[in-house]
């Protein structure tokens, strides 16, 4: 079975740039989150989806940052424009259900510098 | 709040035993994950707890006391290929967001 893959791995962009990042799940896996880690911190979630629709999206940092899941299959999450603060390794993680245990499987993720 | 905390490096040597510890604030508690992340590499999954004790998987095992809010990851006759990034997790009560501690960095030398 494949893992859960994502696009680019990396991506250096200039501030004020857009970017898209692609992430997709494992097959049949209805739950889709996406993650970030920036620089010396821990990893941060970001946003949860249940099949195309925003199921928690508390973690998103400002409007310029815009997920979408059309079709409940693969994800992106834009940046749009893009901010210095915005670089980090940005992860996605997919699970077949939810509740208690359930393991959230991780891509490698997108590695984002903003310069 | 929430909260999750662990060393953030630490060394051994190969076929020793290390002890990788996490305290964890939470508003709830849902069980406690711990993930290994080689660099540049995806997190992948070690265990789950959400009963007090030691499961053991091998060579790995992981403890857990909800009282103290404790875990801890134990790695036995550690091989060079252990040296990683150890990530502590808890999912956020009632949701399920992971809130991940910064990690531990084990290096494993000769």
């Known amino acids: 079975e494949a893992g859960v893959t994502q696009f680019p791995s990396h991506s250096v962009i200039e501030k004020g740039q857009t970017v898209t990042l692609r992430c997709d799940p494992i097959?049949?896996?209805?739950?889709l989150y996406w993650y970030r880690r920036v620089m010396g911190k821990e990893i941060k979630f970001l946003l949860h989806f249940v099949k195309e629709s925003k199921q928690d999206e508390s973690g998103m940092p400002n409007n310029r940052f815009l997920a979408e899941r059309t079709g409940g299959t693969y994800s992106t999450l834009k940046v749009q424009p893009a901010e210095l603060e915005d670089s980090g390794v940005y992860f996605c993680?997919?699970?077949?259900?939810?509740?208690?245990?359930?393991?959230?499987?991780f891509g490698p993720g997108t590695r984002l510098t903003v310069t | 709040g929430q909260n999750i905390d662990q060393p953030t490096e630490m060394t051994a040597t190969e076929g020793a035993i290390v002890q990788i510890n996490c305290t964890y604030q939470t508003s709830g508690f849902n069980g406690l994950f711990w993930y290994q992340q080689h660099a540049g590499e995806a997190p992948t999954f070690l265990s789950y707890n959400v009963l007090d004790g030691l499961e053991e998987k091998g060579r790995f095992s992981s403890f857990l006391s909800r009282s103290k809010g404790y875990s801890y990851l134990l790695l036995k006759e550690l091989q060079m290929k252990d040296s990683a990034s150890y990530l502590c997790?808890?999912?956020?009560?009632?949701?399920?967001?992971?809130?991940f501690g910064t990690g531990t960095r084990l290096q494993v030398f000769p």
């Open positions: 997790a808890a999912p956020s009560y009632n949701t399920d967001k992971l809130i």
């Open positions: 993680a997919s699970s077949q259900d939810i509740g208690q245990g359930y393991e959230q499987y």
């Open positions: 097959s049949g896996h209805d739950n």
